[in-house]
C-alpha cells in the first residue's frame, strides 16, 4: 500500500484473504505495519477481472477467450508501424512484467513507456536520485532531517514511527518546506515556499544556519515536491544542498533521500521504464493518441489514465480490477494481484524483494508476466517460459535485481535533474486521502467505512 516494502504474513481460507499481519524485518518495517495494509485486503475480493474481454462494434466490452483477446491484440501489433505503441505502469506492476513490457516495445521499436503516470519527476539515469540512501533503519540518527514536499505520516506510516523515535529519543530536529500537516512529533515549520531551498543553497535563511550546524543531515524529498513544475530543478537544488552541507560523507553517510509512495517506482526506474531519447512520457502519451502519433496503449494496472486516451486509439488493459482503467480498454487481460503471484518489487530503499503466491487467481486469471510472454511469443519475439528465465533476464538488465532483500548503496553522481534556480511555488498534498490509494484499497469496504466514519468525526484523514 506504499513504498517501504513491510515484510507481512498473509492468511487465507481457500482463495480468500482474511488476514494480514506484520512480519518482523528490523530493517525495513521492524513489526509495525500501517491500518491500511493490514486491513484493506477485502479489496481483493470486489471488482476483480477473472476473465478477458474485448469491446465488440457496438461498444460493448464481451467475455471471450484467451486465444481471442490475444489474437485481436497481436494482429494489432502487426498491422501497424512499431513506433505507434506505447504502454504506461500504475503503482502495482511487479518488475518482471515491467522488464517484458519494455522488451516488447524496444523489439516494435518504440521508447513510448511511463511509470512515472502521476507526473513526478525523476532522472532515471542516476540511481542515487530516485531511493532513500540514508536507509530507513539509519534515517533516525540523523541530528537534522529536513522535510521537503512530504507527509509520511500519510505516505508512510512505518517510516513516520523512525522519525518519531529519532526527535523523542535521538534529538532529531526536523524542519518542513511545504504544507503543514500533523505528524505526531515536533516539526518545525519555514514555508510552504520551494524557494526557501534556493536561499539555502545560496547561504541565506534559517536553513542555511541550520545545516551549517548540524553534524549529521537528512533531506526527504516527498512527491509533491517532485511533482511540482519545477520538480527536475528542484531536485538538483536538493542535490547540491546535500554536497554541500556535507549531508555525503565519506564515512557512508548519505543524507539524501526521495520518498516514494508508488509499490512499483524504484523497480520501473531501475528498469528505465522510462521515455528513451525519442520516446513519449506519460501526459504525452495521452496527447499522442489524439493526434494519432500513437495507436496502441498497454495500460498495466492504470485506472484513472484511460479515459483521457482517444477512443480511436486500441487501449489494452492488464490488471486486476475493473476501475476506470478497464472499463475504458478496448482489450481486458485480467492479471493477478500481489497475493496471488511470485513476483520482485523494489521498495523506496531500492531494496529488491521478492513475494510469493498466497491465494489462487481468480478465474481464468494469469500472471503478468506471462501474459506478455505470450504476446511476445505469438509475436516471434524473446520465448519466456518460466519465471526462473525472466529473473535471469531481470538481473542481466540491472545488477540490482540480482541482490535479494539487501540494501545496497548507490553510488552517488551529482548534477542530477535539471540546473536552474527554484522561484516561489507552493506545494499541493500528493495524497488527499490516506484510505484510497490504489486500486486494492479503493474496492476496500473497510476501508469506505473508515472514511465515512472520519468525516462524521472531522479527522484529517481525507480533506
Request: hydrophobic share 35%; glycine share 8%.
Amino acid at each position: 500500500m506504499d513504498a517501504i516494502g513491510s515484510h507481512i504474513r498473509i492468511d487465507s481460507r481457500g482463495d480468500q484473504v482474511f488476514r494480514i499481519q506484520p512480519r518482523g524485518m528490523e530493517d525495513i518495517n521492524e513489526i509495525w505495519l500501517s491500518d491500511k495494509s493490514r486491513f484493506s485486503y477485502d479489496g481483493l475480493r470486489y471488482q476483480r477481472l477473472d476473465k478477458p474481454y474485448v469491446r465488440n462494434n457496438k461498444g460493448d466490452l464481451t467475455p471471450t477467450s484467451w486465444d481471442r483477446a490475444l489474437s485481436v491484440v497481436v494482429d494489432k501489433l502487426k498491422s501497424i508501424p512499431g513506433h505507434k505503441v506505447s504502454a504506461l505502469a500504475g503503482d502495482l506492476v511487479d518488475t518482471e512484467s515491467l522488464l517484458l513490457m519494455k522488451k516488447l516495445l524496444y523489439n516494435l521499436e518504440s521508447q513510448h513507456m511511463d511509470c512515472r503516470t502521476d507526473g513526478a519527476y525523476a532522472d532515471a539515469k542516476n540511481p542515487a536520485s530516485f531511493v532513500f540512501n540514508t536507509s530507513l533503519s539509519d534515517i533516525e540518527f540523523a541530528d537534522v532531517c529536513i522535510l521537503v514536499g512530504t507527509n509520511p505520516r500519510w505516505e508512510a506510516p512505518t517510516l513516520n514511527v523512525r522519525l518519531r523515535r529519532g526527535v523523542t529519543q535521538h534529538g532529531m530536529k526536523v524542519y518542513r518546506v511545504g504544507f503543514e500537516h500533523d505528524l505526531t512529533y515536533a516539526v518545525n515549520d519555514l514555508g510552504n515556499d520551494i524557494s526557501l531551498l534556493q536561499r539555502a543553497l545560496n547561504g541565506e535563511g534559517v536553513l542555511s544556519q541550520v545545516l551549517q550546524s548540524a553534524k549529521k543531515a537528512a533531506i526527504i524529498i516527498g512527491q509533491s515536491a517532485l511533482k511540482s513544475k519545477q520538480g527536475s530543478v528542484l531536485l538538483n537544488v536538493c542535490g547540491q544542498l546535500a554536497e554541500k552541507y556535507n549531508m555525503i560523507s565519506d564515512d557512508g553517510w548519505n543524507g539524501f533521500n526521495v520518498l516514494h509512495t508508488a509499490a512499483s517506482r524504484v523497480g520501473g526506474l531501475d528498469l528505465g521504464f522510462v521515455p528513451g531519447e525519442t520516446g513519449l512520457g506519460s501526459s504525452e502519451i495521452v496527447a499522442a493518441s489524439h493526434d494519432g502519433r500513437i495507436d496502441v496503449v498497454f495500460l498495466m494496472g492504470l485506472d484513472d489514465i484511460g479515459a483521457k486516451i482517444s477512443k480511436r486509439t486500441l487501449k489494452i488493459y492488464i490488471g486486476h480490477h475493473g476501475d476506470i482503467g478497464a472499463q475504458n480498454a478496448d482489450v481486458i487481460l485480467p492479471g493477478c494481484s500481489y497475493v496471488e503471484k511470485n513476483a520482485i518489487y523494489v521498495n523506496t530503499e531500492g531494496r529488491s524483494q521478492s513475494s510469493s503466491e498466497a491465494v489462487s487467481k481468480p478465474g481464468e486469471a494469469w500472471e503478468d508476466w506471462k501474459i506478455m510472454a505470450e504476446i511476445m511469443q505469438r509475436m516471434g519475439l524473446e520465448t519466456y517460459s518460466t519465471l526462473l528465465e525472466v529473473r535471469k533476464a531481470l538481473s542481466k538488465e540491472n545488477a540490482e535485481f540480482a541482490e535479494n532483500r539487501t540494501f545496497k548503496k548507490r553510488k552517488w553522481v551529482s548534477n542530477m535533474g535539471q540546473k536552474g534556480e527554484l522561484s516561489h511555488e507552493e506545494l499541493v498534498p500528493a495524497i488527499k486521502n490516506f484510505y484510497m490509494t490504489n486500486l486494492i484499497s479503493k474496492n476496500s469496504k473497510t476501508m469506505a467505512k473508515c472514511i465515512e466514519n472520519i468525516k462524521n468525526e472531522g479527522d484529517a484523514h481525507v480533506e
